[in-house]
């Protein structure tokens, strides 16, 4: 089992539609969770951290469900501009103050006017 | 936040040959991080690079193959040697000085071996 796994996808969704990334991690000593964003040809860019109680900025909401070792990312009222990949990522201490990050494949949306 | 600059951006190289990459950042971080992301494929960790000391390498990944230089706390080289298609990929440079989680990339070389 990968380490992290995310829908494959790709999601193609008319602009408003919700939609919603689904991500697992194989390691349930992981510490920390995130959503990153990455648009065609740019690096990765964060795009919010992961909690427990939940996570929402703006249209933007990530949850965390450490019993199932499950993310999620729901994106609500969908603009042409949330086009891009969306990776997973999770973090475990790797010796010392020492974090390390793992990235899933990431998972490539479409918005379409 | 931090500023990450990364040079060349783009390369075509004949196999055998090596390239080094430079990455230059706006301030001092104790670790800078090396990533390849080949087609199609999550962003999978090279090494990382300390100043002034040997240079961490993930597994599957060799000194020999990807030499790394930290000569300060801003700047760091890395050197794909001895290129092969299969090293055809987007490398990327990057610091995470707030904390775990936040990375700050730079923008990538991407490297085509002919």
Request: proline letters at 0%; aromatic letters at 10%.
């Given at each position: 089992r990968k380490e992290v796994e995310q829908d494959p996808g790709p999601f193609n969704v008319p602009e408003g539609a919700t939609v919603a990334f689904n991500c697992t991690y194989s390691n349930s000593a992981s510490q920390s969770f995130f959503w990153y964003r990455q648009d065609c040809r740019k690096e990765p860019k964060l795009l919010m951290s992961v909690y427990s109680s939940g996570n929402e900025d703006g249209?933007?909401?990530a949850q965390l469900n450490r019993?199932?070792?499950?993310?999620s990312l729901l994106i609500r009222d969908s603009k042409l501009?949330?086009?891009a990949t969306y990776l997973c990522v999770v973090t475990k201490n790797s010796g010392g103050s020492n974090y390390k990050l793992t990235f899933g494949k990431g998972t490539l949306l479409t918005v379409n006017p | 936040s931090a500023v990450i600059s990364q040079k060349p951006s783009r390369d075509i190289c004949?196999?055998?040959t090596s390239l080094t990459i430079q990455c230059q950042v706006d301030s001092q971080v104790t670790m800078m991080f090396w990533y390849?992301?080949?087609p199609g494929q999550s962003l999978t960790l090279i090494a990382t690079a300390n100043q002034g000391s040997e240079a961490t390498y993930e597994s599957g990944f060799v000194i020999d193959k990807f030499p790394i230089s930290r000569p300060n706390l801003t700047f760091s080289t890395l050197t794909v040697s001895n290129m092969s298609p299969e090293d055809s990929s987007i490398y990327l440079c990057s610091v995470g000085p707030?904390?775990?989680g936040e990375l700050f990339f730079g923008e990538g070389s991407r490297l085509t071996v002919l």
């Open positions: 249209r933007f909401t019993a199932s070792q499950y993310i501009s949330d086009s | 004949q196999r055998g390849r992301q080949q707030s904390g775990i």
